[in-house]
């Protein structure tokens, strides 16, 4: 049986909402530190269906912010986050503008049962940025038989340092998902790109009837597990506690 959507477009309301446990979305890759001025650092969206399930369409999203601990103000003017479009090879952008409603919207494909397929990233933190603490999430949407927006299982974020231009940043590592849920936003429709995953064969036959359900409102989802994460390291700085 295969996860279809309804027609016309879905909304989801407040934190009443369907997680699949079956779907994740995670990234791999992204450095634990990331120097201000150093150009771009590759990794990736990684899409995992270990169910016997198969999805006609599943929105993908990545956002990335910068956060200032001190007053909780979230920055997205100092960095640009790109995906690379397997069909042509070519690098495409992903908004994150906080206005924009389609920001951190990446793109929709049909997800086989028991597939599993990666998408390349890179994120670039411009030489004016401050010294801080960055953050980057992963999130996969559908719609189900009854129009309910369901998302991907994994709540995980990541975080990463980003170090003052010129600041030699030694063997970073990769950043690790931390633990706990992100917040989920209303969405409305927003994106419509159609993804085509390297070794993925494309669906015949099985788009142009479907709802164009993006992730608008993935600067929300965003914001939201930025705040989460601040308030959670700041009670371990109380306690004396590591993050």
Known sequence: MSASASEGPVECGGDEFKT???????????????????????????????GDRAYQRVDFGVFAAQV???????????????YKDPASGTWKAISLDETDEGAGYLGYTDVKAHESFSIDLRLAVDKSAPAGLGYAISIGMYADDEGNCVFSGD??????????????????????????????????????????????????????????????GGAAVALGAGAVFVVRRRRNADSGTAA
Request: proline share 8%; aromatic share 6%.
């Open 155 to 216: 709540g995980s974020y990541y975080e990463f340092d980003i170090l003052k231009a010129g600041t030699a940043p030694g063997d970073p590592g990769n950043a690790k998902p931390q633990g706990g849920k992100k917040p989920l936003p209303q969405h409305q429709p927003a994106g419509n790109t159609k993804i085509e995953p390297q070794g993925h064969l494309a669906q015949t036959g099985s788009s142009s009837a479907l709802p164009a359900i993006a992730l608008a």
């Open 20 to 50: 699949d446990k079956n779907l994740r979305t995670s990234l791999s890759g992204l450095p634990s530190k990331i120097v201000a001025g150093s150009g771009f650092h590759g990794f990736k969206l990684n899409v995992k269906n270990t």
């Open 68 to 82: 200032d601990e001190e007053d909780y103000f979230i920055d997205t003017s100092h960095l640009t986050l790109q």
